[in-house]
């Protein structure tokens, strides 16, 4: 009898334990960041719940401990909520198979201190097109991680994605990051990984090595003539004059792809890829990095790669017709919206607002620390008070409100827009209600938003999201925004407009809008204001 019931409470206990452990699996898989998709919008997961990144991405060579001290005084005055991190791999594996977990702990020990996310940036075979982050045995092993071959024979600064033992390395180190990272963040303070960085080869449209000639003149594989909706035949024979360009990018796009299913199989954290853009007026092959996903080869990388969650493009061109364009590019059914770089001299702040409008689940600024460089003239010369002030009135503004934020973005409830220095008048239409955004326009003054002078320079953005049918959620910077019944025999009135935030998830009122505040529309500086306005006509 004894023996009975000891086998009974052993089995009970054995079937408590199998319940506890899938509970707790049910639970960590649940609590994972993750992209979730619905109606061709996406939202990243955090907690459960949509989550906005108010991005800050570090220099190069910061990510070392001597330099965090230089890191966090800049991530804190821009009051980032995430900090995009690079990992390197000559670091992490200095001698092969024998890595080195150190600043990874360190790293995470610091942003939890400091309340911050991370994004993890895998800087690996590929950083800015070059292999200079790879470690000393990759770098001095040409006969078996070779580098790029020009058609004329030439070595190019660039490593060859047909090299099994290059793959197999970044594989094998990446695999033991995504490992070491599972052990060490249960509280999940890393939201995403980098898988690469600016991948791809400058100084050559492909590589012409006989590896990749033999490759090249074979029939081009099913899986791609099928996505793309191609009869079957060689490279030259099924893409003619883009042969060259889009053999390159399929094969770069599976190299990375391994490497991502690698590091998933063991800790399946969102991956994306950056994309060092082309001009999508000017650019031709040749004037941009190739092999990497731009815009032309957008549906070869999403057939090459599926086990990348998304590619996100860096944007460090400040013409506005250049910019949206490039958002417009890499705004798909099939991608998630998310700006990893933007320069950061101020006329990038206000793309932050077209960004959202795209449905970005997160915005970053490149270079923010006090480290002491300088990436100028593509960047601002010097990361002072003056330089970082117009991305952490982003930051200010939005850091209380970004769980709404992305929520409503999510639901397709939100429309943002930057400012056109072309067109200083801009409008949104929410049912039966249009949203007229003026820029340049003085705070008092009966001026109708469409007479707007515009500011110079142009730096003013507005945000604009769906509450209930006549309730709206509102900020800007720099701009007017105003309300007009879609039935033009009606005027508007403002029935109640609050200034406020959100406490955990609670809205809590200042004050009330009135009088001179609300008379001329609602006037917005850099006063960092949110506002939840109600509108009626008369």
Partial sequence: ???????????????????????????????????????GRYALLVDGKPFLMLGAQVNNSSAWPAMMPKVWPAIEQIHANTVEMPIYWEQWEPSPGRFDPSVLHLLLAQAREHHVHLVLLWFGTWKN????????????????????VTRDGRKVDSLSPYSQFTLGADRTAFTALMRELRASDPQHTVLMVQVENEIGTYGSVRDFSPAAQKLFNAPVPGELLAALHKQPGTWPEVFGADADEFFYAWSIARYVNQIAVAGKAVYP??????????????????????????????????????AIDLIAPDLYNPDYATYTTLLDLYH????????????????????????????????????????????????????????????ALNDEIFGPIDRQVAQLNFEGKLQAVAEDPANHYQHLTFGDWKVLVGYGLPQFGAQDNRSAKGNDPADGG????????????????????????????????????????????????????????????L????????????????
């Avoid at 009898?1 to 639970?27: E, F, Y």
């Avoid at 000017?282 to 549906?299: F, I, K, M």
């Avoid at 006037?523 to 006509?537: E, G, K």
């Fill in 1 to 39: 009898m004894r023996l009975c019931l000891a086998l009974l409470a052993a089995a009970l206990a054995a079937q408590t334990s199998v319940t506890l452990d899938a509970q707790t699996s049910i639970q960590t898989a649940a609590s994972m960041p993750r992209i979730v998709q619905q109606d």
């Fill in 129 to 148: 097109g070059s292999g200079h982050y790879t470690p000393s045995f990759i770098k001095l092993d040409e006969a078996r991680g070779p580098h790029v």
């Fill in 269 to 306: 954290l969102p991956m994306y890829i950056n994309v060092a853009t082309r001009d999508p007026f000017h650019g031709t092959p040749g004037s941009y990095e190739s092999g990497g996903a731009v815009d032309r080869v957008l549906a070869i990388w999403k057939a090459g790669a599926p």
């Fill in 332 to 391: 798909r059914p099939d991608n998630a919206m998310f700006v990893p770089e933007n320069g950061n001299t101020p006329q990038y702040a206000r793309y932050f607002y077209a960004a959202l409008g795209h449905g970005a689940i997160g915005w970053s600024v490149f270079g923010i620390d006090q480290t002491g460089f300088s990436n100028a003239p593509l960047g601002a010369p010097r990361i002072d008070d003056a330089a970082i002030a117009p991305f």
């Fill in 462 to 521: 507005a945000m604009v999201a769906q509450l209930g049918p006549d309730e709206f959620l509102v900020t800007a910077v720099h701009a007017r925004v105003d309300f007009l019944p879609a039935d033009s025999g009606k005027q508007r009135q403002f029935l109640r407009v609050e200034e406020g935030s959100y406490q955990n998830g609670v809205w809590h009122m200042t004050r009330i809008w009135n009088g001179d505040q609300t008379d001329y529309g």
């Fill in 523 to 538: 006037n917005f500086t850099s006063a960092p204001q949110i506002l939840r306005v109600t509108v009626a006509t008369y």
